[in-house]
C-alpha cells in the first residue's frame, strides 16, 4: 500500500513538472514527510500536505488543483479519460494517415511536418475538399514536375498554418511518456487551458488559442501594474549602505572633534536601462513577439528609451508607432497590415547588418539590447560575424528564446550565439516576467 | 515540534482566527516537520495575524522583522554600537580611566542584538515573524537562507552562536515580487485568500460581538462584490471590513443603504483611483442591490 502511494506521488511530480511546474527533489522529500503526518484517508488533509510543499506561488495553484483532481479522481473517472484520451489518439493518427493518401501530388505524397498532417487531419470537410481541390487544379497544369510540386508544398504548408490557429483547440496533447494514464491526464489539463479554466501564465505562448487570448491580455495587465509598482520605489533614495564615503565621514566628524559618529555611504545611481527591443517576427516567431512587445511597453514607464525593431528576412522600426497613443491593439494592428516584413523567413545577418548601417544613432554602449527569437537563421556565419560587432556596441544583449531547454544543445545556431550573449528560456508569460525582472536587474 | 491538528485547531480558535481546514493543516505541517512557514496573500488578508495568534497560542513572545527595501545584516541581525564604543575610547585617553583592551570593546556590552539574533538568544522559544519579506532583495534572502538553515550566526569577534531554542519561523509576503526558488523550497508554503462570504460572516461575529444578523451579512456580501472588481488595485481588508461595519455601528445603520455606503466609502477604499474605478463601475446602488440578495449579478468587469 506504501509503494502504490509512494508511486502515485511520484507520478503526480512528474505531472506536475510537464505542466510547468517547478518541483525539486528536496520538495518531494517535503511532500512524502508531510503525507506521513496525516492520514492519507483524509482527502482534505492529502491535498493540503502535497499543497504546502509541492506548490510555491499563486499562479502554480490552479494547475495544481486542477492536477490533483483529475489524477487522484475516482478509478472509473480515470479510466474513461483514457478511454476518451485513446479514442482521440486514434482518430488523429487515422487522420493523419488519411492525410498521407489525400494529399498527393502527381502520386507522391506532398512532403509535409507530422504537425502539419495534424492540422490536416482537423480541418472540416469542406476545408479539406479546398485543399484537394487546389492540388487537384494544380496537378493539370505544368508538366515540369519537381519545381512546381515544391512550389505547391508551399503554398499548402501556408493554408495550414493559416489554418493551425483554427484547429489547435481541437489537438490532443500527450506527453509522450509511456504512461498512457498521465498522458490521457495530461492531455485533459492542457485542454482546458484553452478554455481560461486556469491562468495562461505556465501556458506556452505559441499555443495560447484566440479564446485564451483575452486572459493573457489581462494576466500581462497585471503583471506589468505590478511590476512597474515595485520598480518605480527603486529609484528613490535607498537607505541601503553600500561604500563608506570617507570624504563625507572626514568632514562630518569636524564638528565632533575629529570622531568619527556618523558614517555616511554612497551607493552607485541606479539609472533606467536604455532597451533595444529585436523581434523575430517570422512565422514561428509571430506570437511571442507580439506578447514580449506588449510587456515591454506596459512597463515602459520605468524603462529609459526604448527602440523597437521587427525583423525576419530584413529590419524594420516601429517605435515611433507607439507613440501616438493610441491603444496597443489598434498600433499592433496597422503593424501588421503595413509591415513587409510580418510572417516572413529569418535572416539576421541581413537584419543586423541593416540595423549597423541605417540605425547606428540607436543604440550605444549603455543599451540592453532585447532579442526574442529562436535562433534559426539563414546564413548562420555572416549572422554570428554580425552578432560579434553588435556585442561590442551595446552594454549588454539578453535573448529570450521560446525554443524548449532541452532542444538547445543540438541547436548550433545557440551554441554559435551563446558566445555573445545571455540566453534564457523563454516561452510562457511566467518566463517572459521573470526574465526580464532578473535580466534587466529590474 | 510535537502537536496536534486537533490542538490547532481549538488555539486557532480560542485565538479568535477563524481560517478555513487548509490553514489549520499547513501550519500543523509546518509545526510538525520545523520548516519555516510562508505566507503569501494580498494586503489585508490576515497574514499577519495569523503570525501573531500563533505566538499567543503557544504563548511564545513575538519578535518581529518588518522588511523594508535596503534591509541589510546591521538592522536584522546585530549591529556594534560604535557610538558607544567611541565614547569608551575617548573616556579611556583620560590617564586616570582604567585602562581599556579591545576586547572590552567587543563585549555583549556593545552587541545591538536585533531580531533574528534576538531569536536566536532567546531562553524560551519564540516566534519569529519575518514580515513583507518581498520588499527585501535577493542579497538579503541569500543571507536568510544561512541563517533559517541552520539557525546560527558567526559573529566574528565571538565564534558561532546556536540558537537554545529554534524559533518557530513565519515569513509573510504580499507577492509584489516573485520570492527565489532557494527560500520558498526551505518553508511550508501557504496562500490565504481572501474569506468567502460564510467565513467573513463568521469573523465579523467573531470579532464585533453585538453586530446584527442583516448587517454583518450585507456588508460580507457588499464587501466580496467590491473585491471581485479587478481593476480596483487594493482591496478592502478584513481589517477594513470590520471598521466599516463599526463605523456603520456608530451611525445607528442596522442595514446597507446607498447614501450611507456612499458616504462611508472611504472607510474601505484608501486610494482616490480605486474609488473613483468604484463609482464608474460598480456604484453604491449595485453594492447595496447586491447585498440585499436583489441582484444576482457578479460583477464581471467594464
Redesign the interface.
Known amino acids: 500500500m506504501q509503494n502504490l502511494l509512494e508511486n502515485n506521488l511520484i507520478r503526480f511530480v512528474h505531472l506536475l513538472r510537464r505542466m510547468g511546474l517547478?518541483v525539486?527533489t528536496?520538495?518531494v522529500i517535503?511532500a512524502f514527510?508531510?503525507i506521513e503526518?496525516?492520514s492519507p484517508a483524509d482527502k482534505?488533509?492529502f491535498k493540503?500536505?502535497l499543497?504546502?510543499?509541492l506548490?510555491?506561488?499563486?499562479n502554480e495553484?490552479a494547475i495544481f488543483n486542477h492536477s490533483f483532481n483529475l489524477f487522484f479522481s475516482l478509478p472509473q473517472v480515470r479510466k474513461n479519460l483514457k478511454k476518451e484520451w485513446q479514442k482521440k489518439k486514434q482518430l488523429e493518427q487515422d487522420g493523419m494517415e488519411r492525410a498521407e493518401t489525400e494529399l498527393c501530388f502527381q502520386g507522391e505524397s506532398l512532403n509535409l511536418s507530422a504537425e502539419q498532417k495534424k492540422v490536416y487531419s482537423y480541418l472540416s470537410a469542406e476545408q479539406k475538399q479546398r485543399v484537394q481541390n487546389y492540388i487537384k487544379k494544380a496537378e493539370q497544369g505544368e508538366k515540369d514536375q519537381h519545381n512546381h510540386k515544391s512550389l505547391l508544398e508551399t503554398i499548402v504548408k501556408s493554408a495550414l498554418s493559416y489554418y493551425h490557429r483554427q484547429v489547435e483547440d481541437e489537438f490532443i496533447h500527450t506527453l509522450n511518456t509511456d504512461d498512457e494514464e498521465l498522458d490521457s491526464i495530461a492531455g485533459a489539463i492542457e485542454s482546458s487551458r484553452g478554455a481560461g479554466q486556469f491562468s495562461v501564465m505556465y501556458e506556452d505562448m505559441q499555443k495560447i488559442t484566440e479564446s485564451g487570448l483575452p486572459q493573457a491580455k489581462?494576466v500581462i495587465r497585471?503583471m506589468t501594474?505590478?511590476l512597474v509598482?515595485?520598480i518605480s520605489?527603486?529609484y528613490h533614495k535607498?537607505?541601503?549602505?553600500r561604500r563608506l564615503d570617507l570624504r563625507r565621514v572626514i568632514r562630518g566628524s569636524i564638528g565632533c572633534g575629529g570622531?568619527?559618529?556618523k558614517?555616511k555611504f554612497k551607493e552607485k545611481r541606479v539609472s533606467k536601462p536604455r532597451l533595444l527591443l529585436l523581434c523575430d517576427v517570422s512565422g514561428s516567431m509571430v506570437r511571442y513577439s507580439e506578447f514580449v512587445i506588449e510587456f515591454i511597453y506596459g512597463i515602459n514607464s520605468v524603462l529609459g528609451r526604448i527602440e523597437t525593431f521587427i525583423f525576419a528576412d530584413n529590419l524594420e522600426q516601429i517605435s515611433h508607432c507607439f507613440q501616438s497613443g493610441l491603444d496597443f491593439n489598434v498600433i499592433m494592428t496597422d503593424i501588421i497590415n503595413i509591415s513587409q516584413e510580418w510572417g516572413g523567413g529569418t535572416s539576421l545577418a541581413q537584419s543586423l547588418q541593416t540595423l549597423r548601417e541605417n540605425y547606428g544613432d540607436t543604440y550605444n554602449s549603455k543599451t540592453i539590447a532585447l532579442i526574442v527569437s529562436d535562433t534559426c537563421t539563414t546564413n548562420l556565419p555572416q549572422a554570428e560575424a554580425e552578432m560579434k560587432k553588435f556585442s561590442r556596441c551595446v552594454r549588454d544583449i539578453i535573448w529570450l528564446n521560446p525554443m524548449p531547454r532541452e532542444k538547445w544543445e543540438k541547436a548550433i545556431s545557440v551554441e554559435v550565439f551563446l558566445r555573445y550573449v545571455r540566453m534564457f528560456s523563454c516561452n510562457t508569460l511566467a518566463d517572459l516576467?521573470?526574465v526580464v525582472?532578473k535580466g534587466l536587474r529590474l | 515540534m510535537q502537536v496536534k491538528l486537533t490542538e490547532i485547531h481549538k488555539g486557532l480558535e480560542q485565538q479568535g482566527y477563524i481560517a478555513a481546514r487548509e490553514v489549520e493543516l499547513t501550519v500543523y505541517l509546518a509545526l510538525s516537520m520545523g520548516k519555516p512557514l510562508l505566507i503569501e496573500g494580498e494586503p489585508g488578508v490576515g497574514k499577519t495575524e495569523l503570525a501573531k495568534v500563533i505566538s499567543g497560542m503557544f504563548d511564545a513572545p513575538l519578535i518581529r522583522l518588518q522588511c523594508y527595501e535596503g534591509l541589510d545584516e546591521a538592522k536584522a541581525l546585530y549591529e556594534w554600537n560604535y557610538q558607544r564604543q567611541l565614547l569608551m575610547i575617548e573616556m579611556g585617553r583620560d590617564s586616570c580611566s582604567k585602562h581599556i583592551e579591545e576586547s572590552d570593546l567587543f563585549s555583549m556590552d556593545y552587541l545591538l542584538a536585533r531580531p533574528l539574533l534576538k531569536a536566536i538568544q532567546a531562553e524560551e522559544r519564540t516566534v519569529l515573524l519575518i514580515d513583507e519579506v518581498d520588499k527585501t532583495d535577493q542579497e538579503f534572502e541569500a543571507f536568510l537562507f544561512e541563517v533559517l538553515s541552520d539557525f546560527t550566526i558567526s559573529i566574528p569577534e565571538f565564534g558561532t552562536i546556536y540558537a537554545r531554542q529554534v524559533p518557530i519561523v513565519i515569513l509573510t509576503s504580499n507577492n509584489e515580487r516573485e520570492l527565489s526558488d532557494g527560500l520558498k523550497r526551505r518553508c511550508i508554503y501557504l496562500y490565504l485568500e481572501f474569506p468567502d462570504v460564510e467565513r467573513e460572516i463568521e469573523i465579523i461575529k467573531a470579532k464585533i460581538p453585538g453586530v446584527g444578523e442583516k448587517l454583518s451579512s450585507q456588508a460580507a456580501k457588499a464587501v466580496a462584490y467590491i473585491r471581485a472588481n479587478k481593476d480596483i488595485q487594493k482591496k478592502p481588508s478584513i481589517g477594513e471590513t470590520l471598521d466599516w461595519i463599526k463605523a456603520l455601528m456608530t451611525m445607528d445603520a442596522d442595514r446597507l443603504e446607498t447614501g450611507i455606503v456612499s458616504d462611508t466609502l472611504n472607510i474601505l477604499l484608501k486610494n482616490r483611483r480605486d474609488q473613483q474605478i468604484f463609482n464608474e463601475q460598480q456604484g453604491a446602488e449595485s453594492v447595496v442591490e447586491i447585498s440585499k440578495g436583489k441582484s444576482n449579478a457578479k460583477f464581471t468587469g467594464k
Open positions: 517547478n525539486g528536496g520538495e517535503d514527510n508531510a503526518l496525516i482534505e488533509a493540503a500536505a499543497s504546502s510543499t506548490v510555491k506561488s499563486k495553484r489581462e497585471l501594474r505590478s509598482k515595485t520605489r527603486r535607498s537607505k541601503r549602505k570622531t568619527f559618529f558614517l516576467e521573470r525582472r
